[in-house]
């Protein structure tokens, strides 16, 4: 069982930065592949970013090159931060948890309740 806990959103203009981060319970999240998903209003879910306990990390084209995704084994610990923030980053961000195997199509196992991030123009 894995409880995972989201934090570091807000409001912030654009071109600001914000740094979510995501605590994750348990002694097994150094076997987990980790994500950040948001959903802005009346959109689908989108993943943005995911990270592999050996490290091989995964961008949308949306955030590439504008967001890092990293994760602290030792402090379970997985983290998103987010530069050049536009309008149209406006969502909930939620991290999640999924185990092996990492890359059949099958869905994550443990999600948080997600945090507001908002970008005013």
């Known amino acids: 069982q894995v409880a995972l806990v989201e934090s570091g959103g807000g409001l912030v203009q654009a071109g600001g930065s914000l740094r979510l981060s995501c605590a994750a319970s348990?002694?097994?999240?150094?076997?987990?592949?980790m994500a950040w998903f948001r959903q802005a209003p009346g959109k689908e879910r989108e993943l943005v970013a995911r990270?592999?306990?050996?490290?091989?990390?995964y961008y949308s084209d949306t955030v590439k090159g504008r967001f890092t995704i990293s994760r602290d084994n030792a402090k379970n610990q997985v983290y998103l931060q987010m530069n050049n923030l536009k309008p149209e980053d406006t969502a909930v961000y939620s991290c999640?948890?999924?185990?092996?195997?990492?890359?059949?199509?099958?869905?994550?196992?443990?999600w948080g309740k997600g945090t507001q991030v908002t970008i005013s123009s």
């Open positions: 999640a948890a999924k185990s092996a195997p990492y890359y059949d199509g099958g869905s994550y196992r443990y």
């Open positions: 990270i592999s306990p050996g490290g091989t990390i």
């Open positions: 348990g002694r097994t999240f150094v076997t987990y592949l």
